[in-house]
């Protein structure tokens, strides 16, 4: 019986060997695998991290472009005439009919001034004309008297 243990272990051993050669051949592939897989990973990674460099690079011009935009329109919004008046507010065609008008407005004032004069000159003749008239019409009544007496 010894020899048949003798064998059966060399056997057993042997068998061990193999099972302890595949088990550590599985363990590298496996490890060789995850590397594989961690370079692969790891590569990806960088890629997408790229990607979002990029689009990060993209987005600054954008927002560069947006601020470099609103300073301008700012900078426009904020101008104001010489009474403080912000310059938007008003377009010129409006500041220059109201300034026509005005001017118009003035002329018109200044013509019924004119009219008024002399419209007070003429109830003024008129009141003088009916002065006369009744120190005309005094007289004639004054001669009549004298006609008839």
Do not use: C, P
Not at 22 to 40: L, M, P, R, Y
Not at 78 to 99: F, H, M, P, T
Request: charged letters at 30%; zero cysteines.
């Amino acid at each position: 019986m010894d020899m048949l243990d003798s064998q059966n272990m060399t056997i057993l051993g042997l068998f061990a060997l193999v099972i302890a050669a595949a088990v550590k051949e599985f363990f590298g592939w496996i490890s060789k695998k995850n590397i594989q897989n961690s370079e692969t990973r790891f590569e990806n990674l960088n890629k997408a991290i790229a990607g979002i460099g990029e689009k990060v690079d993209k987005l600054s011009e954008k927002v560069t472009t947006i601020a470099d935009e609103t300073s301008e329109m700012y900078d426009w919004h904020n101008k104001a005439d010489q009474d403080g008046v912000k310059v938007w507010y008003i377009r010129q065609s409006l500041e220059n009919a109201l300034r026509d008008n005005a001017k118009a407005t003035e002329a018109i004032a200044r013509n019924i001034e004119l009219q008024t004069r002399l419209l007070e000159e003429l109830i003024q003749n008129q009141r003088n004309i009916g002065r006369d008239q009744a120190e005309v019409m005094k007289v004639l009544h004054d001669i009549e008297r004298n006609i008839e007496e």
